[in-house]
């Protein structure tokens, strides 16, 4: 960094930053919110799973379920451990929440969080059987591979890089809720699985927020969005309708 740039001017022309040192207070509570959110719903998706993996049809279906739980546990800590660096306990941090706790299925609370449990909302309603299971991993991970798209590109390196390790697990996790919804479509699941797919498309979508133009451009500023909501939003529909066309579904 020159040494006439501040840091805000080297963040908003392109800089990385690599380590705790000197980062700007509101550029870490931004990184704060953002590494707590991925490691809230990582937590949370991996508990509602965990619960899920012996409604599986099979062993192989009961495999790549497991398999999600102990991904997405793993991906929560990589991102926590950088928050550890930031000062976060993280002895304590993945203990302090009951991560299995879930709202009532018809509750309707829009993207709304607490401070105390980060968690994108969609992880606060619960799964009914194995097909909403499967539906849910499908259109929440193509959200996931839409999000990291973006959060493998941001100013913090070592984040960016974990996201970028990160990434392709999580777009296996939508392969296998792929393969698993065709084989339930093929055993005549369909009627369940659009069922599902009406249940979890707006909840899913909520998940994208709203935010505000301005509070993006200073994320943007800052090297910690480049892609707006609404855009990130639309991409994900897209992408999950094909999903759903792909196995003869409709798009709620």
């Known amino acids: 960094m020159a040494e006439d740039m501040t840091i805000d001017s080297y963040l908003a022309a392109g800089g990385m930053l690599t380590n705790p040192t000197n980062v700007p207070a509101r550029y870490r509570a931004e990184l704060m919110k953002l590494m707590a959110t991925f490691v809230d719903s990582e937590l949370a998706g991996a508990a509602g799973f965990a619960d899920i993996i012996n409604q599986g049809p099979g062993i192989k279906e009961r495999i790549a379920a497991a398999k999600i739980v102990l991904e997405k546990t793993d991906n929560a800590d990589r991102v926590l451990r950088i928050m550890g660096e930031f000062g976060a ?18 509750a309707d609370i829009g993207a709304a969080r607490t401070e105390q449990d980060m968690r994108l909302a969609v992880f606060n309603y619960p799964i009914q059987g194995w097909a909403d299971a499967v539906m849910m991993n499908l259109l929440m991970a193509r959200a996931v591979v839409v999000q990291l798209a973006d959060f493998t590109m941001i ?6 890089e974990a996201f970028r390790t990160i990434a392709p697990i999580e777009t296996r ?8 919804a065709a084989k339930l479509v093929e055993d005549g699941g369909a009627a369940a699985l659009q069922a599902s797919a009406d249940y979890w498309w707006p909840r899913v979508a909520a998940s ?15 090297g910690l969005r480049r892609t707006g909501n609404a855009e990130m939003r639309t991409r994900w529909e897209a992408e999950a309708a094909n999903l759903l066309d792909s196995l003869g579904l409709k798009r709620p």
């Not at 996790?173 to 698993?180: I, N």
């Open 173 to 180: 996790h939508g392969e296998l809720a792929l393969e698993g």
């Open 89 to 106: 306990d993280t002895q304590r941090y993945a203990n302090h929440h009951p991560w299995t706790a879930r709202l009532e299925r018809d």
């Open 208 to 222: 994208f927020g709203t935010g505000s133009a301005g509070r993006t451009e200073a994320l943007r500023a800052m």
């Open 155 to 160: 100013s913090y390196q070592p984040l960016a």
